[in-house]
């Protein structure tokens, strides 16, 4: 009668001989020693749990390229999306332009009534970021629209607000600027 060899024991004898290959391969494909290291453990992470696909007496070499450079291209394309999302965004922040502050000369009623005049989409944007203090992430969460339409409409609605309240201030003698009639 002979033994049976284990799952893990037919992985660690047909992939493991090729862990230093791999993470010498990915040290050149990226350049970073600790971020290949994450790569090539999650290359064997997606060899082992796919092990039982792979077919024994086929080249395990290859298949394990194969698997580190799928892992590499998922890698790239996150760091390349992630990135992309980070510049817009700055980009975005950069083109708002200043915006003066609201004056305190006038009552919370005053700015309640304003603030009912601005149509209900910007209303809500205003009230989540500027009252509530959410992050633009989170009012795009909350309201499921996309973080820049959450940046364009907070804008506009902040631009609305300030003129609602500009005609405001005019009737309580305040002119733009700070300087009463």
Same mark, same amino acid.
């Given at each position: 009668?002979?033994?049976?060899?284990?799952?893990?024991?037919?992985?660690?004898?047909?992939?493991?001989?090729?862990?230093?290959?791999?993470? *010498?391969?990915?040290?050149?494909?990226? $350049?970073?020693? =600790? @971020?290949?290291?994450?790569?090539?453990?999650?290359? &064997?992470? !997606?060899? /082992?749990?796919?092990?039982?696909?792979?077919?024994? $007496?086929?080249?395990?070499?290859? /298949?394990?390229?194969?698997?580190?450079?799928?892992?590499?291209?998922?890698?790239?394309?996150? /760091? &390349? +999306? +992630?990135?992309?999302?980070?510049?817009?965004?700055?980009?975005?922040? @950069?083109?708002?332009?200043?915006?003066?502050?609201?004056? !305190?000369?006038?009552?919370?009623?005053?700015?309640?009534?304003?603030?009912?005049?601005?149509?209900? !989409?910007?209303?809500?944007?205003?009230?989540?970021?500027?009252?509530? @203090?959410?992050? &633009?992430?989170?009012?795009? @969460?909350?309201?499921?629209?996309?973080?820049?339409?959450?940046?364009?409409?907070?804008?506009?609605? *902040? =631009?609305?607000?300030? !003129?609602?309240?500009? $005609?405001?201030?005019? +009737?309580? $003698?305040?002119?733009?600027?700070?300087? =009463?009639?």
């Amino acid at each position: 009668m002979f033994s049976r060899i284990s799952r893990a024991d037919e992985f660690e004898s047909a992939a493991m001989p090729y862990l230093s290959d791999l993470f *010498r391969a990915a040290v050149r494909v990226i $350049g970073n020693r =600790s @971020e290949a290291e994450d790569l090539v453990q999650e290359a &064997y992470l !997606q060899a /082992w749990k796919s092990f039982d696909r792979f077919e024994p $007496g086929t080249n395990c070499r290859a /298949w394990l390229y194969k698997i580190l450079f799928n892992v590499i291209q998922h890698h790239r394309r996150r /760091w &390349y +999306n +992630n990135r992309a999302k980070i510049e817009s965004d700055e980009v975005l922040m @950069e083109t708002l332009g200043y915006e003066a502050p609201v004056r !305190q000369d006038l009552s919370d009623e005053d700015v309640l009534a304003a603030f009912d005049k601005i149509p209900a !989409q910007y209303r809500e944007v205003v009230l989540l970021a500027d009252v509530q @203090e959410f992050t &633009y992430k989170e009012v795009a @969460e909350t309201l499921a629209i996309p973080v820049g339409t959450v940046m364009s409409r907070l804008s506009r609605g *902040r =631009s609305l607000l300030r !003129q609602e309240l500009a $005609g405001l201030a005019a +009737n309580y $003698g305040i002119k733009e600027g700070g300087r =009463s009639a």
